[in-house]
């Protein structure tokens, strides 16, 4: 008797990403998985590039998709979540409009995790600019703790693999750029750890307008991370986004090339 394989319902929230979008789609579409459905959340109230959008899930006739259309611009976790309450996988898997996966990410994650019996795992990634070239890379340690995890952000979002029952309890937090940082932690909190596959599985494009490479909106969302959701008073907040930002210029030395 043939084996029902697990739905994996792989989540893009979608803002202006006309430039790199087919190549995402491109990676999602030859994942050796194959029992995936796809949701892609059109967050823009600009509804220019929605067209353009609908005819290139068209032409890929083998992916079952999905195309969540926000009245408004909404932001990248409120997308997410959208997509997230519509899915019907057993498990969840993100990745933004304009980030890559290796056609054998699914897979060996999915197995990773099976095998580990594990709710949640990341993996290790490349970096590329906009023109797809490789300028860094990052591989994660087997194990994170809360106490590793509060110091630096090292858990790549469109690398993560979560099961959604498990994902259904916390959700994204409305912030503009820490709002996978602060599930991480909140999931770490109750698991006590999150394990890592060292294996780069994705590709991150940095690029110059992308909000997490927004210096001061990274300050704003940082603070109000640890004093509004962790409930860390003003002084510890301001002690730990500073922290933070230590980490975060030390990671970069160590990452790109």
Known sequence: MKVKKDLISIIVPYFKKKNYLEKTLDSI??????NIELLIIYDDHDKSELDY?????????????????????????ISRNRGA??????FLAFCDADDIWKKNK?????DFMKKNRLQISHSGYDIINDKSKIIGSFV????LTFKELIKSCDIGLSTVMIS???FKKFYFSKLKTKEDYLLWLKIIQKLKAIYGINLKLSSWRKTDNSLSSSTIQKFLDAFYLYNYYLKYNFFLSIFYVFR??????????LIYF
Request: hydrophobic share 35%; charged share 25%; net charge positive.
């Open 106 to 110: 699914l897979q060996l994650q999915l």
């Open 29 to 34: 579409s030859l994942q050796t998985y194959k």
């Open 244 to 253: 933070l930002t230590l980490y975060a210029i030390r990671k970069n030395f």
């Open 85 to 90: 309450k519509l899915a019907k996988g057993k």
């Open 164 to 166: 959604k029952n498990l």
């Open 53 to 77: 959008v609908k005819q290139l899930l068209k032409s890929y006739k083998k992916l079952k998709s999905k195309l969540i259309v926000n009245y408004k611009n909404l932001g990248v976790g």
């Open 140 to 143: 994660p340690k087997d194990i």
